[in-house]
Nanobody
Framework: VQLQASGGGLVQAGGSLRLSCAAS????????MGWFRQAPGKEREFVAR????????YYADSVKGRFTISRDNAENTVYLQMNSLKPEDTAVYYC???????????????????????WGQGTQVTVSS
């Protein structure tokens, strides 16, 4: 699976951005898609994930209520709508894909960065105060 993330940029606090991640190479709906982010000097952290059908979504507590993950399997694309952005959301955002294993959907399995086999190149999000 090849992943191409886009949509990052510079935005003021309280603003919005929509990230996109286009996938190619495999049957897109067979993959759980995740968004992660990495701020300077910090480890890459989980942001949101969505199951292959799009029916179930999970979020990090830090973004719950502000970010929304979605996917369009016909377009092989996953999105991250980010509203009410804060300076602490500043990071490089990465999309990732891993095989969908339903037995792990309700666990923290897909919040572990090490579980994902495929990664996009990252897109910078900068939120100014």
């Amino acid at each position: 699976v090849q992943l191409q993330a886009s949509g990052g940029g510079l935005v003021q606090a309280g603003g919005s951005l929509r990230l996109s991640c286009a996938a190619s190479g495999r049957t897109f709906s067979n993959y759980v898609m995740g968004w992660f982010r990495q701020a300077p000097g910090k480890e890459r952290e989980f942001v949101a994930r969505i199951t292959g059908s799009g029916g179930t979504k999970y979020y990090a507590d830090s973004v719950k209520g502000r970010f929304t993950i979605s996917r369009d399997n016909a377009e092989n694309t996953v999105y991250l709508q980010m509203n009410s952005l804060k300076p602490e959301d500043t990071a490089v955002y990465y999309c990732a894909a891993d095989r969908a294993l339903p037995r792990y959907y309700s666990s923290s399995y897909y919040e572990d960065v090490r579980k994902y086999d495929y990664w996009g190149q990252g897109t910078q999000v900068t939120v100014s105060s």
